[in-house]
């Protein structure tokens, strides 16, 4: 082989790539494996396979590398045409203090990330939409105290990254069937929320919280084809 031709090790190191990553969600895959969701911050939404991570003989388990939306340092193979990929190393950018440790916090994260998951598209990377999900789960990992709030707030401003952001909570309402909507007691604290600014607390009871995340999810089901259900609205409804 010449010095100018590319070998196979030449062909396999250009596809490897350092990035960020955000868990979105895994399922186990035979014996000791999973198939991981990714988000990642150059590449978009990444399918990997991750195999021994659940083996009992291995001397560390890595599995809390793959809670939803754990925040990662990543070496991939980034295949084109490849449907799943590998990852070559992983490193936790962030160790969460808070999020496994609370269990409102993990579902209300299982929530966000089962959301994310269906707004994003393969291949499509966003760098400030990255930025947005990463600073504000920190933050959120952070916060000892007032964080009920949340999850709605996380739906509200994730609209301004999805091409179909109110420019006033009024502007909630138009679509079919939510006409009336402001009508509703709700209404005002979803209005007080979409205009607070200042990290100011909003009181609200669970009953409200549940009311307006279903009229948020509607909010969503309407603009984005496919969205669906969000199968984890449940658990957190008994969670308020």
Known sequence: MDGNSIGPYSTIKQMI????????NYLKFRESSIIVKIYTKDF??????????RSRRAK??????????????LVI???????????????ITYP?????????KTLMVIFIAEVITKLLKEEESDAPL??????????????????????????????????FAPQRAV??????GSENVKEEPFFAVLSDL????????????????????????????????????????QIIKELH
């Open 96 to 104: 969460f203090v808070s999020i496994p440790f609370e269990h409102k």
């Open 194 to 233: 979409f205009h607070q600014n200042n990290g100011k607390y909003i009181q609200t009871s669970g009953h409200i919280r549940s009311q307006i995340l279903e009229f948020l999810i509607r909010f969503y089901q309407f603009h984005v084809a496919g969205f669906g259900e969000i199968k984890s609205f």
């Open 17 to 24: 790539f350092k990035t960020q990553g955000i868990v979105l």
């Open 171 to 176: 502007d909630f309402c138009n679509f079919p």
């Open 130 to 163: 990255f930025h947005f999900i990463q600073e504000n789960i920190t933050r959120f990992d952070k916060q000892v105290s007032q964080f009920e709030n949340f999850h709605i707030k996380f739906l509200i401003q994730f609209t301004n990254y999805l091409g």
């Open 77 to 91: 193979y980034n295949r084109p045409n490849r449907d799943i990929n590998r990852i070559s190393e992983a490193r």
């Open 44 to 53: 978009g939404l990444k399918t990997f396979i991750v195999n021994s991570v």
């Open 60 to 73: 560390t388990s890595k599995i809390a590398y793959y809670q939803p939306l754990t925040l990662l340092d």
